[in-house]
């Protein structure tokens, strides 16, 4: 029998902010068991959902593991500029100028994340 991943597990320091700022990020919400001051906060999504738990460190390095977007139906430049709206702040800009490339943000605790291009944006530099 094979295994499925549930959730990707974030530590952070304030979970239920950040799950509300993954919440939007993914068109999703957050559970309605969780409340403000909850240690734990779950963010279901189309795939895996996103766990946070708080914990009392700070991040302190980069991320051994991180998540890639790719945005369904808006462009890897339009969702960039949504998620900086959100809150995101932006690290590192990998965009090529014929098209190919990604960008490399951090979420509003710092843990790093990456946009792709969307599907539609693959399929016309094929």
């Known amino acids: ?17 950040l799950a509300t700022f993954w ?3 993914l ?4 559970s309605d068991d969780d ?3 909850d240690e734990e906060a779950l963010v279901e ?3 895996a959902g996103l766990l946070f738990i708080q914990v009392p460190e700070a991040k302190a390095v980069k991320n051994r ?4 977007l790719q945005p369904q139906d808006r462009t890897r430049d339009e969702e960039v500029e949504r998620l900086l709206g959100l809150g995101a702040t932006l690290l590192d800009d990998r965009r090529n100028p014929d098209g ?8 509003p605790e710092g843990n790093e994340f990456c946009v792709e291009r969307s599907k539609a ?6």
Do not use: N, Q
């Not at 068109?27 to 957050?30: F, H, R, T």
């Open 45 to 47: 999504s189309a795939g």
């Open 65 to 68: 593991v991180h998540l890639d």
């Open 100 to 107: 190919t490339g990604w960008a490399t943000l951090a979420d």
């Open 35 to 37: 409340r403000p001051g």
């Open 121 to 126: 944006e693959r399929a016309a530099t094929s």
């Open 27 to 30: 068109d999703s919400k957050v």
């Open 23 to 25: 919440a939007k990020v």
């Open 1 to 17: 029998m094979t295994s499925l991943v549930r959730h990707v597990t974030i530590d952070c320091a304030d979970a239920y902010a």
